[in-house]
């Protein structure tokens, strides 16, 4: 093989290499919390298009108070696991308690159940269009395996490959010293 061709794959196995650990740190990343309050999550409807895109990552941090304008993301209730990520569009206080009427951007009608503050899991901090995709990939029994098993078994073949060089190596190395003890004894 050519020093071109081997440079070539060498770059290639790197590259794959670096985008299935980043992915990986992105499932879990998703999956755990992240120090300092924050949560990412993955936008599953065009809802809030085109300020965010479907498939998009969030990730939202915990403030005290949240403003109209704002984006944030909420769980209703603890039947319904899928957290829903819109914009403020009106706010009153209630006996000292804020409520919050939202609305996704590509929505002709505000959401029908008002949110209370102890149901936000946060503002929308960041935004990285159609990660989400990728993510949600993984999160799948065979994302889930070509992110682990593949990326394993490819570091596996590289060091056996390298253990056996070592040992063609060693293994020349010990016939030649037999060889010249050889020559020497004669």
Known sequence: MKIREIKFFKICYYALLAILISLALLFIGSMVPIPGNYKMMTVLSGSMEP???TGSIVVSKSFNNYKIGEVITFQLSSANKTPTTHRIAEMEVIEGNPLYTTKGDA?????????RKEQIIGKVVLNIPFLGFAVNFVKKPIGFLLIIIFPAGIIILDEVKKIFKEVK??????KDIEKESTNQDE
């Open 169 to 174: 190596k060693k293994k020349k190395k010990e």
């Open 107 to 115: 929505n002709n009608a505000v959401d029908r159940e008002e949110v």
């Open 51 to 53: 300020a965010i895109k």
